[in-house]
């Protein structure tokens, strides 16, 4: 990239940086310092603004650069991740969305402890919420590199990682100083930022091929080098049975994953009622579902204009798929038109970033502290005292992520967040719904459903391809790959629901059913809740 690129792009992030900076010294100069105002932002958000929200936090760099650079290489099957990361949303409008807002308060402990032994519940919940946070983050680092080593064309390793270490850094500002309220506003901010963005570059794209989607298609397909069969099933996933498994253990993943994903679930605490949260889950849909459509059109149109060669050129896993077409958009590398472009889709990319890694480091900040660290004290924790230690918590989070986030720069962020998608459908997803809706389930099963979900999905993922025994590994010089599919899903779900089961069979804890009842009026009709 020119010095042009490098200085607009830069420029243009700097802005963003200054606004959020200066949107979270005015949050914290005005925030009363209880824990409802740093967890939930107060719960003063309507439902548009949280809609706006949660598409913020929803819509990640894996989604931006992530899922684009998937189709641009692999066509059809890159698509998955688009209608999976959407379909993903009707499991949380209709089972947990409304239930989870009137149950809880700040966590997913929260609405499992309701009718449990609250210990060994939140001790559980809140490890596989820090480990399903730490698993996301890394996504984001890995993009926020990517960015970089664009912008100096490749050559600036000691960049990506200062630039990760930078990253780090503001997502703790952010949380330690504004707390919800900060977050859910820079939220915002970059939701109406990379919503314009994409409208922009979709409409390019198709004003290039004169509005001819067909035309848009067939382009791609010849200069993708795989013909007819880049737009069919299998060019990724249908080799042969291990990649068929991979598909369906990955689809499971991204549409069980969502309703498991602690910073999302956090988001429904910021509505005062449960009809708030429902219908800022309508609003997010609207928004994400207009997003992944044209996410589609990206990722082909790279194909078609950039060329899968050029895109697998500047990063071999697709990630500078989006701000390649940019660039090729607005007139190639040495046009104004190109420049201006490309800045702004980094500086969008970068404000995606970091919006993201602020709600995902305050969710599991806040899992520390309100879960971890309340359970392990024998005195209840004072709300002061609680909310320090998440400011302490989002610094140490933010330390282990940068870690892993230099270690995995060159897998796709994509990918990366479909582990993460794996991990939460694996250990929180079938807590969740076995408490909702399972009147006999007692502490044991709670447990035992979430370390049941969470060790497979972690051990299977350490003897993957995905860690060792393949060129595109973690660790490409060492092989101790056991288990066959990239992603865990296929196992570790059923193992998470069967060990709830077990768990809960074997206890001779007798269920109580009293307070099940009690959990059951209140997530149905919001009775007494907070």
């Known amino acids: 990239m020119t010095v042009d690129h490098q200085s607009l792009s830069l420029l243009l992030f700097s802005v963003f940086v200054a606004i959020t900076l200066a949107i979270t010294t005015w949050v914290s100069r005005n925030r009363r310092g209880s824990a409802e105002e740093f967890y939930a932002g107060g719960r003063l958000f309507t439902p548009m603004e949280n809609g706006f929200a949660i598409a913020g936090d929803y819509m990640s760099a894996a989604s931006f650069l992530g899922i684009s650079g998937l189709i641009a290489l692999f066509g059809y099957d890159g698509m998955l991740y688009s209608v999976g990361f959407l379909v993903a949303w009707l499991v949380v409008l209709f089972l947990v969305a409304e239930l989870v807002r009137n149950c809880g308060r700040f966590t997913l402990a929260d609405v499992v402890a309701a009718r449990m032994r609250e210990r060994p519940v939140r001790i559980a919940l809140g490890t596989s919420s820090v480990t399903v946070s730490v698993l996301y983050l890394v996504a984001q680092m890995v993009g926020a590199g990517t960015l970089v080593a664009l912008l100096l064309g490749g050559k600036g390793e000691a960049a990506q990682a200062w630039t990760v270490i930078g990253v780090g850094a503001l997502m703790v500002i952010y949380v330690s100083l504004g707390g919800m309220r900060a977050t859910t506003w820079i939220q915002i901010v970059k939701s109406v930022l990379l919503l314009g963005g994409t409208v922009a570059l979709t409409v390019l794209v198709l004003l290039r091929f004169h509005g001819d989607f067909d035309r848009l298609l067939l382009t791609a397909a010849e200069r993708s080098g795989h013909g ?9 996933y249908g080799g042969d049975w291990t990649a068929r498994f991979d598909f369906i253990s990955l689809g499971l993943a991204l549409v069980l994953g969502t309703a498991g994903l602690p910073h999302i679930l956090s988001r429904f605490y910021t509505v005062p009622t449960a009809r708030a949260a429902r219908r800022s889950v309508v609003w997010a849909i609207g928004l994400i579902g207009g997003f992944y459509l044209m996410t589609i059109v990206l990722g082909f149109g790279a194909a078609a204009i950039v060329g899968p060669e050029a895109v697998r050129g500047s990063n071999a896993a697709g990630n500078t798929a989006v701000p390649l077409l940019a660039l090729d958009l607005g007139g190639g590398a040495n046009s104004t038109g190109g420049t201006v472009l490309f800045a702004v889709v980094a500086a969008i990319a970068f404000a995606t970033i970091l919006a993201v890694v602020a709600g995902i480091t305050l969710a599991s900040s806040a899992s520390v502290a309100h879960d971890l660290y309340a359970s392990l004290r024998r005195r209840r924790a004072e709300p002061r005292s609680e909310v320090a230690v998440a400011r302490a918590a989002a610094v140490g989070i933010g330390v282990v992520a940068i ?21 939460a459908a694996s250990a929180n997803l079938p807590v969740l719904l ?67 089961w077990l768990g809960t069979h074997i206890s001779p804890e007798v269920p109580d059913e009293a307070k099940h009842a009690e959990v059951e009026v209140r997530s149905l009709t919001g009775a007494g809740a907070v």
């Open 434 to 500: 076995y408490s909702l809706f399972w009147r006999d389930f007692t502490t044991r099963g709670a447990v035992w459903a979430v370390y049941g979900g969470l060790i497979p999905a972690v051990v299977l993922v350490v003897l993957s391809p995905v860690v060792s025994g393949s060129p595109e590994s973690l660790f490409p010089g060492v092989d101790f790959q056991y288990f066959p599919l990239q992603n865990p899903g296929l196992v570790s779900i059923p193992l998470g629901f069967v060990a709830g």
């Open 228 to 236: 007819a069969a880049f737009l069919a099933p299998g060019l990724k």
């Open 403 to 423: 870690a892993l986030g230099l270690l995995a720069r060159d897998l796709n962020v994509a990918f990366l967040v479909g582990l993460a998608f794996a991990v």
